[in-house]
């Protein structure tokens, strides 16, 4: 293993020739026409000793925090509103949005239930007025008020004063008000109406204003969702200025051994940058010292720039997830100037980490990025999905992120792609990142060739505040141009390419994605290809891939009306049709029953909801396998999606309420750090020889040390073992390692449908299980006609113990909580028990819990306090 990450190391070190000819990789080529400046680090770091100290940080001044209620009101002119014009306002909470405000005010109904988006959509397309009257002390040094984010086009008033107008959602404005603030305020925003420019005149079905705004894109009505937010959704504050200010500081690790930078811009507001600086690292999650430094500064400079280089004692490094450690610090720094203005104070987390990108095998190519990950010096092959914005309402709530991010944790993902249809994520999002170990691609906010559309200071105004305020997070590990843009190139481009190397400098920018050797491909939904085509698809890296599935029973019921709940078919024009990828305007149900229809009959909600789940496990679990055992042709996948924004069919593992479908629980096996792997390359294999190949996996060689055996074994519809292969060996050096072959004639195939199960053990214990599900075209519903068995639960406190009773093995076992769909979390679920055999499984909620199987005959609970 050591030869093999030296050899990464070597490939991303050297120079590759070609006739005398230097071969440079995209990465190289496309970082040299964006004619960028000096990257913060450019300038030469002063060295300092860090000491196991403790030392007092002086707090900031105060601000004021303008969150909390405001009022709201629609229309109205400008004379009125200002004046004190307000009947009959409603109660809007900041940070927030207007629908939001509308729905607790019962103005409208609930946004996620039947069609009545058309009716909140509505609401997009009014002027609506907040005002927030507030006391402010008149001591306050310089004070500035800033906005953390308001959808979409604003214009602010103080006092009745004019400050300006702004336009993009994701930071600012921005405005001094030392001249107008008093001890008591009046502060009064105008949020212009959301312009109605349809893509469908007729149908208004996709507004597509967004193509030439900055704005969270996907809630216009392209897919998911059509009610584009509006409202002011991040932090509003006074900003009390200190004497010297500290702006955003950036510290960045060097090397692995402890090594980092630190650059710190210090900018005089009332005075001379004159006085001491303080720095403290301290452990966040974990145990140990605090260690500091102290530094006098004298300068004659309004604004100057500091860089710093010292070694932190015993570092503790930061993993991705499954890889080691999510160890994070704090740095404190304060700024004391020796005159009697104020002193300042940041804080902020980091982790010790170092991401090298390295070339694909046989590179630097001039039309390929690097896209090998090298984390802490060791190359990985990055297992990810996407990530989507969670609502068009605006509810980025921590315990709403925490939610998906946790299961995205169990799911063993290390990467997600924060994509260019959505927006900038939140600081909560990326310090949950920091603590599960998820490595973030954020995107800036463009799709299809809208940065040729989209205003240039707009997007250069997002980009540059966003990326100061995220390139301190360890999870953060690439910038990237916009979604799926065929030509993405030109000024804007450039731009973006041009800052993440002048603000940052560490982090690779990507033009877009896919681009450079990364992939996408929906011929299984768009094109309406065969399962068969997931099954075989490769690429050097995954950007995207899927097929849509609808959520859980549970959560479909929550947002269909009473009548729809017992009727079927459901016609095209139903409510249950409109929750699906395109409001059903693109043969969204065709395409939900052809996929589900290759797995069950579609005489029923339940089979169809459940048919689609099935179809969408084997669409993306066994790309997702084959990808990781062409470790390292492909290094990466990153399958499409986490979430969604809207309840409804999508994409995602998870659905809008937080539920997870069948894919979730599936892809904690594909992705599991040690897996034993069949790989297939039809899904009916009915009365045919196969030979189907056989991988352990083990991307920590966890099996370094141990006595292993894989064991695959077959099954047919009887649940009769119908053949099998078994491979052992001592100790483990591969990460990938072909084993051989399961072979199977053309009579045992002749099942529907046919079951493989394989597992891994270590020095006899079970390490690792998992089935696969096969030949269900030719029964439809096979998979849940098999012979009955029985399961018996033991419940300890949190831990389920899950035992087959009966006599054949118990296919499909699952724990679920019925009316907690949204919030039940288990370590596992479908999964398969042989007769006698019994796991325990952690669960998070035991109240009245139900243990089911595909082929289920009854179950029995037994309750020990």
Not at 124 to 137: L, N, Q
Not at 580 to 605: A, C, E, H, I, W
């Amino acid at each position: 293993m050591k030869e093999l990450i030296l050899l990464f190391f070597v490939a991303c070190l050297a120079i590759a020739t070609v006739n005398g000819q230097q071969i440079k990789s995209l990465d190289e080529i496309d970082a040299a026409s964006f004619q960028a400046g000096p990257s913060p680090f450019n300038k030469e770091c002063v060295p300092v000793k860090l000491l196991e100290k403790s030392i007092k940080h002086v707090n900031a001044p105060g601000d004021i925090i303008l969150n909390g209620e405001w009022q709201l009101i629609d229309g109205g002119e400008e004379n009125e509103r200002l004046n004190g014009e307000w009947i009959n306002p409603i109660h809007a909470i900041v940070p927030g949005s207007v629908h939001t405000a509308l729905w607790n005010a019962g103005i409208i109904p609930n946004p996620y239930y039947g069609r009545n988006d058309s009716i909140a959509e509505k609401y997009s397309y009014k002027t609506w007025w907040y005002k927030k009257e507030f006391t402010a002390d008149a001591q306050l040094n310089d004070p500035r008020l800033i906005y953390g984010g308001i959808g979409n086009k604003c214009s602010v008033w103080l006092n009745g004063i004019k400050l300006g107008s702004h336009e993009g959602m994701f930071g600012g404005p921005l405005f001094d008000v030392s001249k107008i603030l008093k001890d008591k305020n009046v502060l009064i925003v105008k949020i212009e109406p959301i312009p109605q420019i349809f893509e469908d005149k007729t149908r208004r079905r996709a507004n597509i204003s967004w193509r030439t705004s900055v704005v969270i894109n996907c809630v216009y009505g392209w897919h998911y969702s059509k009610i584009p937010s509006i409202g002011i959704w991040r932090t509003v504050k006074i900003q009390n200025q200190a004497g010297v200010e500290i702006e955003n500081p950036f510290i960045v690790t060097k090397k692995k051994d402890g090594l980092m930078n630190l650059h710190i811009v210090l900018k005089a507001v009332s005075a001379k940058i004159n006085g001491k600086l303080k720095v403290s690292v301290i452990p966040d999650n974990f145990k140990g010292n605090e260690q500091s430094f102290e530094y006098n500064i004298l300068s004659e400079k309004k604004v100057d720039t500091l860089n710093f280089s010292f070694t932190v004692k015993d570092p503790h490094l930061w993993w991705p997830n499954d890889m080691g450690k999510q160890n994070l610090y704090k740095i404190k720094i304060s700024f004391v100037p020796e005159s009697n203005t104020s002193a300042d104070f940041y804080e902020t987390t980091f982790g010790i980490r170092t991401i090298q990108m390295a070339p694909l095998p046989g590179g630097p190519y001039p039309d390929k990025y690097n896209w090998t990950y090298v984390v802490n010096g060791k190359s990985h092959f990055m297992k990810g999905n996407g990530w989507c914005t969670m609502d068009p309402l605006m509810n980025f709530s921590r315990e709403r992120y925490d939610r998906f991010l946790f299961l995205a944790k169990l799911q063993h993902i290390q990467m997600m792609r924060a994509w260019g249809c959505g927006m900038p994520e939140t600081d909560d999002f990326y310090d949950l990142c920091d603590r599960y170990g998820i490595v973030i691609m954020q995107e800036w906010p463009t799709a299809w060739n809208t940065h040729e559309t989209q205003p240039f200071d707009i997007l250069h105004e997002t980009i540059e505040l966003n990326t100061l305020r995220i390139r301190n997070h360890p999870s953060l590990a690439m910038y990237g141009g916009g979604n799926e843009s065929w030509t993405p190139y030109g000024p804007v481009i450039d731009m973006m390419g041009r800052i993440s190397i002048e603000l940052d400098g560490t982090r690779p920018f990507h033009r877009g994605e896919p681009w450079g050797g990364s992939n996408h491909n929906y011929n299984c939904w768009w094109e309406s290809a065969h399962l068969d085509n997931n099954l075989n698809m490769i690429s050097s890296f995954w950007g995207e891939f899927g097929i849509a599935a609808f959520p859980v029973k549970e959560s479909v019921l929550r947002y269909l009306p009473e009548p729809e709940k017992t009727k079927w078919p459901p016609d095209s024009t139903s409510d249950f049709a409109h929750h699906t990828p395109v409001f059903n305007t693109k043969v969204d149900m065709k395409r939900l029953t052809q996929y589900s229809g290759y797995v069950m009959p579609g005489d029923n909600m339940d089979h169809l909801i459940t048919g689609s789940q099935l179809a969408q496990v084997v669409a993306v679990r066994h790309t997702l396998e084959r990808s990781r055992t062409r470790w390292p042709e492909c290094t990466g996948a990153l399958y499409y999606k986490m979430n969604d924004n809207y309840p409804a069919a999508s994409w995602s593992c998870a659905d809008w309420y937080g539920a997870p479908k069948l894919l979730h629980y599936f892809i904690q096996d594909t992705f599991s750090p040690v897996a034993s792997v069949v790989l297939f390359e039809h899904t009916d294999m009915y009365g045919q020889n196969v030979s189907l190949p056989v991988f352990l996996l083990d991307d920590n060689l966890d099996l370094i040390n141990s006595v292993w055996k894989v064991k695959i074994r077959a099954f047919d519809q009887k649940l009769n073992k119908i053949g099998g292969i078994e491979f052992s060996g001592k100790g483990n050096l591969k990460t990938v390692e072909k084993l051989g072959e399961l072979s199977l004639s053309s009579e045992q195939t002749k099942t529907s449908p046919l079951l493989i199960v394989s597992e891994v053990f270590a020095d006899n214990k079970l390490l690792f299980k998992t089935f696969y599900y096969m030949n269900f075209e030719k029964q439809k519903g096979s998979l849940f006609n098999l012979p009955r068995t029985s399961i018996s639960n033991v419940i300890k406190k949190n831990k389920i113990i899950v035992k087959n009773t009966g006599k054949f093995p118990a296919v499909g076992v699952n724990l679920q909580s019925p009316g907690n769909a949204d919030k039940f979390t288990a370590s596992d679920n479908y999964f398969w028990l042989d007769p006698g055999e019994s796991t325990e499984v952690e669960v998070n909620i035991t109240k009245a819990l139900v243990s089911e199987a595909w082929n289920l005959e009854g179950n029995e609970f037994v309750n020990i306090p």
